[in-house]
């Protein structure tokens, strides 16, 4: 707070804060997310799947149901680019998205599904 109210004083700036948290960050649980990865290689082949290098540190509204159930958040790269790890996020209008990987991400859904059901 201390760094804006600095900031906006160089500015002849006045800054007014009203910080408010909205989502505990995502967290996944461990376990889970070894579930996805094996099933992922299971039914998609081993290089389907990747740990991202530096997890996205975003809020989402599914922090709030990892924070009662266990679970994974999961990203499904539908990237065209050839370096999907540099490529301009989703929420980049230079995004550019291959749709045939939309019936591979309703598979696993699927699949993800049905194995956790068949645990219980």
């Keep these: 707070m201390e760094l804006l109210k600095g900031l906006a004083s160089a500015y002849g700036c006045a800054v007014d804060i009203d910080f408010r948290e909205q989502y505990p960050p995502t967290i996944n649980h461990a376990a889970e997310v070894d579930f996805v990865e094996a099933t992922v290689r299971e ?18 509204d599914f922090s709030r149901v990892l924070e009662n159930v266990p679970g994974s958040f999961a990203f499904l790269g539908a990237s065209t680019a050839a370096d999907p790890l540099n490529a301009p996020s989703n929420h980049s209008p230079l995004a550019d998205f291959d749709d045939a990987v939309l019936g591979d991400g309703a598979a696993l859904l699927a699949e993800l599904a049905s194995r956790r059901l068949a645990r219980s």
């Design 43 to 60: 039914i998609h082949g081993e290089e389907r799947f990747a740990r991202m290098p530096n997890p996205i540190a975003g809020a989402e």
